[in-house]
T-cell receptor
Framework: EPEVTQTPSHQVTQMGQEVILRCVPI?????FYWYRQILGQKVEFLVS????????KSEIFDDQFSVERPDGSNFTLKIRSTKLEDSAMYFC?????????????FGSGTQLSVL | AQSVTQLGSHVSVSEGALVLLRCNYS??????LFWYVQYPNQGLQLLLK????ATLVKGINGFEAEFKKSETSFHLTKPSAHMSDAAEYFC???????????WGAGTKLIIKP
């Protein structure tokens, strides 16, 4: 089965530093997502992306966050000035189309630790 | 607002015993319901989903779930647990076309030998 790839698997950074989390969605998919899971808490929706623009974002996705599809394959999440509370597992996901019946394909996640 | 509640952050069963993981949801519109599984150090994988039609849905690895509208439930079951089923299981509901999933808190399934 095709896979969503995320790099790195672990990222450690100092508070205030910028981080970029990288994702390669499945090649023919059109919709891309970032979710995060703080340890011991629920998975939370951050942002969805379609046709080179954000289609929906949550309250968590404030001005310090941005997403980009710089080329035809990568989908990145940038956190401009990391805070301790940004420590979480970040999941990228993609799906082929808009139907709610289609499943999301998830990457294996990037564990971000902000010190 | 939509929400998902999973009863029990940890469920422990013996190998060969019945697995029952509970999920209740609230939604003002007909929901699409999903169970995802997360094995250690891996991403989330779809186990099964309910969209329309038959309310008993079968998924991978012998799991199944039944949508009960009157009880607003979508409990996950497996007749006989296997050691390889040890993982965290997440129930989720999708209620809009943008496919934003609302997630439960997850239930860690522990299998005792």
């Amino acid at each position: 089965e095709p896979e969503v790839t995320q790099t790195p698997s672990h990222q450690v950074t100092q508070m205030g530093q910028e981080v970029i989390l990288r994702c390669v969605p499945i090649s023919n998919h059109l919709y891309f997502y970032w979710y995060r899971q703080i340890l011991g808490q629920k998975v939370e929706f951050l942002v969805s992306f379609y046709n080179n623009e954000i289609s929906e974002k949550s309250e968590i996705f404030d001005d310090q966050f941005s997403v980009e599809r710089p080329d035809g394959s990568n989908f990145t999440l940038k956190i401009r000035s990391t805070k301790l509370e940004d420590s979480a597992m970040y999941f990228c996901a993609s799906r082929p189309g808009l139907s709610r019946t289609e499943k999301l394909f998830f990457g294996s996640g990037t564990q971000l630790s902000v010190l | 607002a939509q929400s998902v509640t999973q009863l029990g952050s940890h469920v422990s069963v013996s190998e060969g015993a019945l697995v029952l993981l509970r999920c209740n949801y609230s939604s003002s519109v007909p929901p699409y319901l999903f169970w995802y599984v997360q094995y250690p150090n891996q991403g989330l994988q779809l186990l099964l989903k309910y969209t329309t039609g038959a309310t008993l849905v079968k998924g991978i690895n012998g799991f199944e779930a039944e949508f009960k509208k009157s009880e607003t439930s979508f409990h996950l079951t497996k007749p006989s647990a296997h050691m390889s089923d040890a993982a965290e299981y997440f129930c989720a509901v999708s209620v809009d076309s943008n496919y934003q999933l609302i997630w439960g808190a997850g239930t860690k399934l522990i299998i005792k030998p």
